[in-house]
Structures are given as structure tokens and as C-alpha cells.
């Protein structure tokens, strides 16, 4: 049974495995993102955070995910370019993977294990508009800890521990705030 996120393995976007455990001392915030989301433009929040804390050991671990609506359509390659293209994203990026079901991988098994949907934002302008979509779907989806939608975000503090998880609705300045206690 995993401890934590150093005992597992990943594969970047080239489809080398990568231990977690490199990340060792690091604040992580891991992100399944997709390219064609309303809420694909928090890649350029993203690199900004990562660009303010990176020197202070920040990592921002990108997960491409096509669950959600199909919208991180083409290869990894195609995805890193529009990424770079675009947001001038720096972070590393991995292999596209699946955050749920069947196929899911097990670092999103951990994640999802220690922390589950922490509720929209209902102050975010789209954040009513996910939950009666979720809603009609499952009537229970809030008590499942499921992925819901792309740019969702598990914070990880340097022992490998997730210490939060963050819904694509949640303000970015929120998580800076945590990010920045951790990194002190």
C-alpha cells in the first residue's frame, strides 16, 4: 500500500518512467489538464505560480487527461507544443493518462484516495453550471471522490503527503497562499 506519492511511477511525455520519488523535498501541485477547457487558460496561472516559486521548490507535475468532454484531443507532443505555443509553459508534463475508472492510474487511485471532491466554487462564474451538470448525471457525484472535471489539483507538501485538493473552480490566489505556507 503506498505511503505516499514517492512510491510511484509515472511516464513522461516521451513514455520514460519517471519515480516520483525525484520530487523528494519538493512542494508538488499535480494537474489533470486538457488543451480545448473552458478552463484551459489557468495554464497561464499555472506558469506564473511556477515561475514565483520554482526556485523555492516548487514543482507543477501536468497531466494531460481526454475524460473530460474529449478535450485534450492529439498526441503529447501536439499538447506540449500548444502549451509552450501559448502559455509558455515550463512545468514538466506527462504521458496523457485517465484520472478515473478502469484504465485509471494509480497515482490518481492514491490521490483520489486521500482527498475527495471538495465541492465547486459557487462564487466561480461556471462553478453552478458543473454542478447541475454533475448533478443530473449521479445525484450523488458530490459524495464520490471522482474526478470531476479537467485542471483539477492535489497539493503535496515536501514529504510526499497530499495536504489538499483543489477543484478547477477554486481561485488560484488560494492555492498560491497554501503553496507559499508550505514553501515556509
Known amino acids: 500500500m503506498a505511503q505516499n506519492v514517492y512510491d510511484f511511477n509515472v511516464l513522461d511525455r516521451k513514455g520514460n518512467e519517471v519515480s516520483l520519488s525525484e520530487y523528494k523535498g519538493k512542494v508538488l501541485l499535480i494537474v ?12 497561464e496561472e499555472l506558469e506564473a505560480l511556477y515561475k514565483s516559486y520554482k526556485n523555492r521548490g516548487l514543482e507543477i507535475l501536468d497531466f494531460p487527461c481526454n475524460q473530460f468532454g474529449q478535450q485534450a484531443p492529439g498526441s503529447e507532443e501536439e499538447i506540449h507544443s500548444f502549451c509552450q505555443l501559448n ?3 515550463e512545468f514538466p508534463q506527462f504521458k496523457k493518462i485517465e484520472v478515473n475508472g478502469e484504465n ?4 490518481y487511485t492514491f490521490l483520489k484516495s ?10 466561480h462564474k461556471i462553478g453552478a453550471l458543473l454542478h447541475d451538470m454533475m448533478s443530473k448525471a449521479d445525484p450523488d457525484y458530490a459524495s464520490k471522490p471522482d474526478i470531476k472535471w479537467n485542471f483539477t489539483k492535489f497539493l503535496i507538501n515536501q514529504q510526499g503527503e497530499v495536504v489538499a485538493r483543489y477543484e478547477p473552480t477554486h481561485d488560484i490566489k ?11
Do not use: H, S, W
Open 114 to 123: 486521500q482527498k475527495g471532491f471538495q465541492g465547486f466554487d459557487m462564487n
Open 87 to 89: 502559455f509558455g509553459t
Open 104 to 107: 485509471e492510474v494509480p497515482l
Open 32 to 43: 489533470n489538464t486538457a488543451t480545448r477547457c473552458g478552463f484551459t487558460p489557468q495554464y
Open 174 to 184: 488560494l492555492i498560491e497562499e497554501d503553496i507559499a505556507k508550505l514553501l515556509n
